[in-house]
């Protein structure tokens, strides 16, 4: 059975800081691999998705990358901002003809001024 | 576009009584889901529906029932609900497995 990992659960660091997130499964066999904010009380919008044949994906200050045969994935924010205050969850996607997730249990940022 | 849209956004329910959460998407996707979200467990998936008049069981299935009827439709129905069903609910649609959009959630207390 997938399990998805996010390792810390909590991260607290000061403004500006680069900043790297982890996320680890156990099953290699996946479709592709997703990252999600979450703001509290509010729904999911995602960030990042890589294929399975994909090594990296970068959006503005966020770089996700991907290393299928370890079972990992990391999520890196640059120079951070009070503002990427959230849950960050990641969620893999183990079949091609689904849209099924497996969700991690999140990592909460805070990020101080 | 309103991408995906969830109603009620709160609910209370007694023991007992059924009530369906709505979910509607006007993107044209094929996939659509449900998941719950409680703490310390994350995110779990309860049905999803590859397309119109196919569905099927995820993760958490038990006292919840779904159909689609429509590509832009797919209700969530608690048939009795328990104590337990307490949490947020979240639909997800995407166009194939590709980037899922979720929803903003339905927070349902059940007494």
């Known amino acids: 059975k997938q399990e998805v990992t996010q390792i810390p659960a909590a991260l607290s660091v000061p403004e500006g800081e680069n900043l790297v997130l982890n996320c680890s499964f156990t099953?290699?066999?996946?479709?592709?691999l997703q990252w999600f904010r979450q703001d509290p009380g509010k729904g999911l919008t995602s960030l990042l998705l890589i294929q399975s044949s994909q090594r990296e994906q970068t959006s503005g200050r966020l770089n996700a990358s991907l290393d299928k045969s370890s079972g990992r994935s990391t999520l890196y924010i640059a120079a951070s901002q009070p503002g990427d205050s959230a849950t960050y969850l990641c969620a893999v996607s183990p079949s091609s003809n689904t849209g099924k997730l497996i969700f991690g249990q999140g990592t909460t940022l805070q990020v101080k001024p | 576009n309103a991408g995906v849209t969830q109603t009620p956004k709160f609910q209370v329910l007694k023991t007992g009584q059924s009530m369906t959460l709505q979910c509607a998407q006007d993107?044209?996707?094929?996939?659509m889901s449900w998941y719950r979200q409680d703490p310390g467990m994350g995110l779990r998936l309860i049905h999803y529906s590859v397309g119109a008049g196919i569905t099927d069981q995820g993760e958490v299935p038990n006292g919840y029932n779904v159909s689609r009827s429509t590509t832009e439709d797919f209700p969530l129905r608690l048939l009795s609900a328990a104590p337990s069903q307490t949490s947020v609910y979240f639909c997800a649609t995407g166009q194939g497995p590709l980037e899922q959009y979720f929803g903003p959630g339905t927070r349902l207390t059940v007494t």
């Open positions: 993107m044209n996707h094929e996939y």
């Open positions: 099953d290699s066999a996946i479709y592709n």
